[in-house]
């Protein structure tokens, strides 16, 4: 028997017994402990054949010996590996399959049904849930049976319950039958007060009672009710089990209390308890949620070499590939699904393709694979919901593929399905792909082929419609007006301008259709749209219109286009509110264009937005760190604009107020003011610059040529 507990297929040869041909068994001595006697029978009798009457170059061939017999140790490790998985699956479907009797009469009906004609097919009625009940609570629960067989809310079930008389009587089990029958809502709605009559009627509280109750409202993810009722159990000293544990581990995943996780597993250790995988899985969890993804990846090494117990499964791997998806470690997730599938042979789930093809849409580098992965995902049988497509969107908004994103979009949008429908985070990266989309010079229709991206025109078909079949939809009034998305009647957008409309019929009817989707940060993305396509004019419309500053601040002289259509009806839209991006993306748009009017009214806005209520209240969810970054970030964009419009007094003082606050200014930042230096013979500013960025020489005076060149 071998350690796992399988046992050989055959048993032993005796010594001296031959094999074939008279070829001997090999010696006793010679014997592995951890292979069986056949095995090494076979191997001994194919080295034999093959040995050579040389008997020279004995070092060599016992080395080559040693190297074999550690390949084929390995082979037959990951043999018994693989088998013990095998039989760890066909255990647990077997532990799935309901424990269920089907009389011979229930098998005679289900027969006579298959049987009949369609109108007259019947099956056995199914199991009903108060079948489940113990008998004293079914006597009990007068009344009470038919509501829970109507599904009746459990409120009314337990008001029922109190009216014959509680718990008052019944012992342990028989509430335990009570909360079995409670679906996972019921318990974490009606739980405490469950918990609340045992109480009252005496009735002991157990470890068991308290894991069903937290398992429904780890179900829920009601942390705050998980933790205080574990807190309930250490004070009643009721002992948790591993599964009181497993559940306070998804409490502490849903809180990213990393600290608190910690607490509990070295309590569980103090109190023996050996933590089994859903603990591991929810310690890995917390530290992902937490973005610790160094102590996660430690965990999931420690317990990938732990024991076969706690070896990673499809759920493990889930969060680990979810985890590199979240930090942008696609190579780590790519390494970890070969793990998974090649080397563990686990079938990946529906979870393991939307995390791989997530991981993958965050690298631009793995834009095809994230397609190929989408592709074997529907060949797996799965449906590519919502969230798979806006995986996908989002893999296009990084590469600029406006023309597939826009084809994705339409597909959801015509697919009729409320599940299907875009939703923000679809229309996010919707705008990425505007904004990082450049217009080819031809005008050739967009086609799918295999040599761009390895999937030929059968696969794309799986994932989006051409355009002839979106406009038989349309022509059908399969879609409703208030639905049909406002793109152009054309495959490709051919120029800036082009481009720069269509975003804008987008944002317009998004605000007019759904006005709850719309937010800042979706229209600044409309604004790095109108940066990246030189639609200066459109900024500014945007600026002004679509947002507003909490003072109420214009742009001044600032010339503004009128808007092309329905300029009333445009305008009036609300107008939201600005934010510390906002104002970085307009002093960015300001230094691109070089306008430094704009660049002026721009920083005065976001001055006074600063000394306003709403910022205060955005602070709330920027650290100082990133406050930081983006003053600086407003800065050096306001020295640029200053240096390109010859102002470079100006522009060195800004640089060292900056530098008075601690900041140390790189080179590279400060290139434009340098240049700028040289170019209008300016020795004190071309000083200046060297000497706050650390480059200044007290004996160099070579400026000075530099500048005359």
Same mark, same amino acid.
């Given at each position: ?9 055959r048993?032993?040869?005796a !010594? ?15 014997l592995l ?5 056949n095995?090494q ?13 040389v ?8 080395q080559n ?16 590996e693989r ?7 066909k ?11 089907l ?18 097919r019947? @099956? ?5 849930l108060?079948? @489940? ?6 006597r ?18 337990l ?5 014959? #008389?509680?718990?008052?009587?019944l012992?342990?089990?028989d ?11 019921g ?8 918990? !609340?009559m ?10 068991f009672?308290y894991?069903?109750?937290?398992h429904?409202?780890?179900a ?9 009722l574990?807190a309930?159990?250490?004070?009643k ?15 502490f ?6 600290a608190a ?6 309590e569980?250790?103090?109190c023996?308890?050996e933590?089994?995988l ?5 310690l890995i ?18 317990i ?17 590939i979810?985890g ?6 696609t190579?780590?997730?790519?390494d ?10 686990l ?14 849409a965050?690298?631009k ?11 074997d995902?529907?060949?797996a049988?799965y449906?590519l919901n ?10 296009c #908004?990084k ?13 959801m ?14 229309y ?17 229709k967009f ?8 999937l ?5 078909a ?19 007006d ?10 490709v957008?051919?120029?800036n ?7 804008? @019929?987008i ?7 759904s006005?709850?989707l ?9 604004l790095?749209?109108?940066?990246n ?10 600026y002004?219109?679509?947002l ?7 742009l ?12 009333e009806?445009?305008a ?6 600005r934010?510390l991006?906002t104002?970085?993306?307009? @002093?960015?748009?300001?230094?691109q264009f ?7 009214q ?15 209240n955005?602070?709330a ?8 970054n983006?003053?600086?970030? !407003?800065?050096?964009?306001m ?9 470079l007094?100006e522009a060195?003082?800004r640089m060292?107020?900056?530098a ?8 590279t930042?400060?290139r434009?003011?340098?240049?700028k230096?040289?170019q209008l ?5 071309i ?8 480059? !200044? ?9 530099v500048a005359?060149?």
């Open positions: 028997m071998f350690r796992n507990g399988i046992v050989a297929g048993r032993q040869l !010594a001296g017994r031959s094999l074939n041909n008279g070829i001997a068994a090999p010696r006793k001595g010679n402990p951890f292979v069986c006697c095995c029978a076979r191997r001994d009798a194919a080295t034999w054949r093959g040995k050579s009457n008997k020279n170059d004995k070092p060599e061939k016992k010996n040693m190297l074999s017999q550690i390949k084929r140790l390995e082979a037959h490790v990951q043999h018994m088998a013990y998985n095998d039989h760890l699956k255990r647990a479907a077997t532990e799935s399959l309901p424990d269920v009797e009389t011979e009469e229930d098998k005679d009906k289900a027969y006579a049904s298959l049987m009949a004609p369609a109108d007259m019947f @099956l056995p009625a199914p199991r009903k108060t079948t @489940l009940l113990s008998e004293p609570m079914k009990r629960m007068v009344g009470g049976v038919e509501l829970i067989n109507q599904r009746a809310p459990w409120e009314q079930v008001d029922q319950l109190e009216l014959n #008389g509680g718990l008052e009587g012992d342990t089990q509430a335990h039958t009570l909360l079995i029958v409670m679906s996972m809502e318990r974490a709605s009606v739980g405490h007060r469950l918990l !609340a045992m109480e009252e009627a005496g009735v002991e509280k157990t470890t009672t894991d069903l109750v937290i429904g409202h780890a829920l993810e009601n942390s705050t009710a998980i933790r205080e574990f309930e159990m250490a004070e000293n009721i002992s948790p089990s591993k599964y009181t544990y497993g559940n306070l581990m998804k409490a995943a849903i809180d990213h209390d990393v996780a910690a607490a509990a597993f070295q569980m250790h103090a023996g308890i933590p089994n859903i603990i591991y899985t929810g969890k917390t530290c992902i949620n937490a973005k610790d993804y160094d102590m996660a990846s430690q965990i999931f090494n420690l990938k070499l732990k024991s076969t117990s706690t070896a990673p499964d499809v759920d493990a791997y889930n969060t680990m979810t590199c998806a979240q930090n942008g470690e190579e780590r997730a790519l970890l699904w070969a793990d998974m599938t090649v080397r563990r042979e079938v990946p789930d529906e979870a393991s393709y939307r995390a791989i093809i997530h991981a993958c965050v690298n580098q793995y834009f095809n694979e994230a397609w190929k992965y989408a592709l995902m529907k060949n049988g449906i919502a969230q798979t497509q806006n995986e996908l969107i989002q893999a #908004g590469n600029g593929e406006l023309t597939r994103a826009r084809l994705l979009v339409r597909h949008v015509g697919s009729g399905r409320a599940d299907m429908l875009p939703d923000k985070f679809t996010q990266n919707l705008l990425r792909a505007y904004s990082n989309f450049r217009p080819r010079k031809s005008t050739d086609s799918f082929t295999k040599d761009s991206d390895g030929n025109k059968t696969d794309k799986a994932f989006v419609q051409n355009d002839a079949r979106i406009e038989r939809r349309e022509d059908n009034d399969f879609e409703d208030l639905v049909r998305i406002p793109f152009f009647e054309k495959s957008l051919e120029n301008r082009e481009v720069l409309d269509e975003a804008a @019929l944002i317009n009817w998004l605000r007019d259709v006005p709850e719309v937010d800042t940060q979706m229209l600044n993305s409309y790095d749209i109108c940066i396509h030189l639609g200066f004019e459109d900024f500014k419309w945007s002004k219109y679509d507003m500053n909490p003072t109420n601040t214009t001044g002289e600032v010339t503004i286009l009128p808007p092309k259509t329905a300029d009806e445009l009036n839209l609300p107008a939201l509110p934010n991006y104002f970085r993306i307009a @002093l960015q748009a300001a230094s070089r306008n430094l009017k704009f660049a002026r721009v920083m005065a806005d976001r001055e006074a937005y600063i000394k306003s209520e709403p910022h205060a955005q602070l969810g920027i650290n100082d760190e990133e406050r930081y983006l003053d600086i970030q !407003a800065q050096l964009a020295i640029d604009v200053l240096a390109i419009s010859d102002l007094g060195r003082d060292e107020m900056v008075k606050t601690g900041y140390q200014w790189k080179w930042q400060l434009t003011l340098y240049i230096a040289i013979e300016d020795p004190e500013i000083m200046a610059v060297k000497r706050i960025t650390g480059k !200044a020489n007290p004996q160099d005076t070579r400026y000075t040529s005359r060149t």
